[in-house]
Every structure is written in structure tokens, then in C-alpha cells.
């Protein structure tokens, strides 16, 4: 089985590999939480102006929902991938996804600008960012438990717990900081969009700390037992199609003595 032929990371390895998933993860769920806050206080009058503000709150807060919705539908199609290309290629696109759909947020015109397609753009973008959480939560779980020793991953896991509020501290945080130091109207105009042109630096460390960690021991040898099964397969291949070669009588003969013997013996 895959679980008997793994050998341990080295300390190094796995105090690396956790800090990926930890630090990747916090960022991620700080651009997840900073449009939460955002949604109940900016963006109702900047992309929902037509409607009276009891609708425009709750149009906000429905597109806040819609990145919750696009969580489990990330978490099934990356988990899905993270098996066929790798945990840590999975995790670099994550990280990558919800940055530049948070940088694209902080640059995305107004409903005064464009029109209905602010709004609509915003939708998507919010989809982005929650199939991008929805992978990275399943990935860094795998990332984290997989490159950890059997005593300790249960510690591994549990630290990234600490993400979600950690992000909660920080996204609030930085608004509360651009909020009083900058006027009412100036942070209307421009202040609310610095926290997402910020993820353009938080793609850059994510993807940094993520080079830095190896594939996860369970993924590489589930794919040397893939590549195993593929050449006995093709071995089979081999020799059924030697065994079309010979002259039927002798081919006949042939199969009726493998199956006495239980096998083909070239």
C-alpha cells in the first residue's frame, strides 16, 4: 500500500511545507474576508445606486454569498486536480486565482463608470475568489498532513485553523488604518480598492513560499505506483499482441497451454 512506502520529510521539509500551507491559506482567507467587510459598507452605493439602499445592502451581501457558494465546487474540481497534477501545482494556482481576482477587484469600474456590467463582473470575480478558497482549503489540508509525521499531523492540520480568524484580525485592520487616516471621501473614492491592489505583493509571497516546498511524499509515490500499474498494463499489451502474431493453429495451442500453466511465459 502507498502508506507503507513513504518515508518521513526531513524537519526541515515539514516545518517548511506547514508554513506554506499556513501562511498561503491566511492570505488567501485575508482577500476573502476583506471583500466581507467591504460589502456592508462601500460597495451597496458604489455598484448597486439604482436601488434603494435596503436592496443595495442586501444585493451586496447576496454577492458576498455567492463567493460562499463557489467554495465547495472549487473544493471538488481542485481536489480533483491536486490528485492528477500534484498538491503543491495545485496550490500555486490557487494562491495565483484568488490574487488576481482580488487585484482585478480593486481595479474594476464603478456601476457610474460601466453600468449593470460593474455589478456583474463584481459576481464573477466574487466566484473566482471562492473557488480559489474552496481548492486552496482542500489543498493545504493535504499539503500540511501529508508532508507531516504520523504523530504530529493532527498539529499541522489544527494550525490552520488559525488562518480564518487571523485574516478576519488582519483584513479589518488594514481598513481600520486607511479609514482614519484618510477623509470619507477619499477612502470612498479610492481607499477601499488599496487592500485588493495589495494581492498583487501577496501573489508574489505566496507563490515564493510555495517554490520553496517539495511535492508531498503520498503524492509521489502515488504517482510511481500509477506509473507501475501503466507499464504492467502495457507489458500485458505486449504480449497479448505476440501471442495475435502466431499462426492460429499454434496460437490456439498456445493460449490453451497459458491457461493450463496460468500464464503467458514468453
Not at 524537519?11 to 491559506?25: D, E, F, Q, S, Y
Request: net charge positive.
Amino acid at each position: 500500500m502507498i502508506e507503507e512506502t513513504l518515508r518521513p520529510a526531513d524537519a526541515a521539509m515539514r516545518t517548511r511545507a506547514v508554513a506554506a500551507a499556513t501562511i498561503g491559506t491566511a492570505l488567501e482567507w485575508f482577500d476573502f474576508t476583506l471583500y466581507g467587510a467591504l460589502a456592508a459598507t462601500i460597495l451597496p452605493k458604489l455598484f448597486f445606486p439604482a436601488m434603494e439602499p435596503t436592496s443595495a445592502l442586501l444585493a451586496s451581501l447576496a454577492t458576498f454569498g455567492v463567493g460562499l457558494a463557489a467554495r465547495p465546487l472549487g473544493a471538488i474540481i481542485c481536489g480533483h486536480l491536486g490528485d492528477k497534477l500534484g498538491r503543491r501545482n495545485l496550490l500555486l494556482g490557487t494562491v495565483t486565482i484568488m490574487g488576481l481576482s482580488s487585484v482585478l477587484m480593486g481595479l474594476l469600474p464603478t456601476y457610474a463608470q460601466i453600468g449593470v456590467w460593474a455589478p456583474v463582473l463584481l459576481v464573477l470575480l466574487r466566484i473566482l475568489q471562492g473557488f480559489a478558497l474552496g481548492g486552496e482549503s482542500t489543498g493545504a489540508q493535504l499539503m500540511a498532513i501529508e508532508h507531516a509525521s504520523p504523530d504530529r499531523r493532527g498539529k499541522y492540520s489544527g494550525l490552520l485553523g488559525l488562518c480564518s480568524p487571523l485574516s478576519q484580525i488582519l483584513a479589518n485592520g488594514a481598513l481600520l488604518l486607511l479609514a482614519s487616516t484618510m477623509s470619507a471621501e477619499s477612502f470612498d473614492a479610492y481607499g477601499w480598492r488599496v487592500p485588493f491592489l495589495l494581492s498583487f505583493i501577496l501573489v508574489i509571497v505566496g507563490i515564493y513560499i510555495r517554490l520553496k516546498v517539495n511535492e508531498t511524499p503520498a503524492f509521489v509515490a502515488l504517482r510511481k505506483s500509477q506509473v507501475a500499474q501503466a507499464a504492467e498494463l502495457h507489458h500485458q499489451d505486449a504480449r497479448s499482441a505476440e501471442a495475435d502474431r502466431l499462426p492460429a493453429a499454434d496460437g490456439r495451442q498456445c493460449l490453451r497451454d497459458c491457461r493450463r500453466a496460468g500464464g503467458w511465459h514468453a
